[in-house]
């Protein structure tokens, strides 16, 4: 049985002007996305600044928030790392705090070969009984995950049962679908690509732009999973210029001001990011509103 299917949303973590996070807002955050019909809150990933987190506040950020939903939907847990004892420990830490699956990222910078990848998700897989989704993004970390070395795992590796497919290569994703008979639960990792990707399979997404229009990312996985293809599609194309704009400057810089801009006062981002550029908040804005977000 999949974690999930439908949408997932990579929830931000919401700052204090001091850069303290904010267990209030996240709280809220938490809430409004149950309400709005998400089917999955995916907590401490790339997304929700976990690079910048202190090992301790990304343990208590995956306990606040399991906390928060109380069992309403699942709660996937971002324990991935550049080094494989912290992700150990991260994952040990997330199954005790109650988490229902992990998202596991490729260890980043180093740049891991496929056998070394076979081995940290190995690892992290015997060190704790939840399901885990691999999450493959290259284009961040600097390493891709091959279709070969997905289907190794998931056929080798009882608990690793999924991947988050953020290349942008459907064909990429097709292959792993492919040397999986199609079982492995796929689930998008680029917003512009979710219906494609449903077409081939996939669960759903694990999406940014859930975290400004929850109700209509998890209706457009409902529609196709109904046999609604024409209007799953339709919802896809129609968000393609705020998906574009969610993505104009690196993720979480623009979803965050999106948040702002709607008033949900989510707080700053810590550095090394900065905030968005006035060129970038502008053309942000004129999308949101384009879409139909209101803004404060």
Known sequence: ?????????????????????????????????????????????????SSTLTTEEHNEVIRAAVRFVNHRI???AGTGSNCTREAIHLSKEAEAAGADGLLAVTPYYNKATQDGLVKYYTGIAEAVKLPIIMYNVPGRTGVNILPETAAKLFSDVENI????EASGNVAQAAKTMYLTDGKIDLYSGEDGIVVPL???????????????????????????????????????????PLVEALFREVNPIPVKKALNLMGKEVGPLRSPLTEMTQAG???????????????A
Not at 7 to 34: F, H, R
Not at 161 to 164: A, C, L, N, R, T
Not at 222 to 233: K, L, N, Y
Not at 281 to 295: C, N, Q, V
């Open 74 to 76: 699942p709660v996937v």
């Open 281 to 295: 908040t502008e053309k942000l804005a004129e999308a949101m509103r384009a879409y139909g977000i209101a803004l």
């Open 161 to 164: 049962v999924g991947i988050k």
């Open 198 to 240: 449903l077409a081939i399979g996939a669960k759903g997404v694990i999406s940014v732009w859930s975290n400004i229009a929850p109700r209509e990312v998890h209706e457009m996985c409902a529609a196709f999973e109904a046999g609604d293809v024409a209007r799953a599609a339709r919802m896809q194309l129609q968000a393609q």
């Open 1 to 49: 049985m999949s974690i999930f299917k439908g949408a997932g949303v990579a929830i931000v973590t919401p700052m204090k002007e001091n850069e303290e996070i904010s267990y209030e807002k996240l709280e809220e955050l938490i809430e409004w996305q149950i309400e709005q019909g998400t089917d999955c809150i995916i907590i401490a990933g790339t997304t929700g600044e």
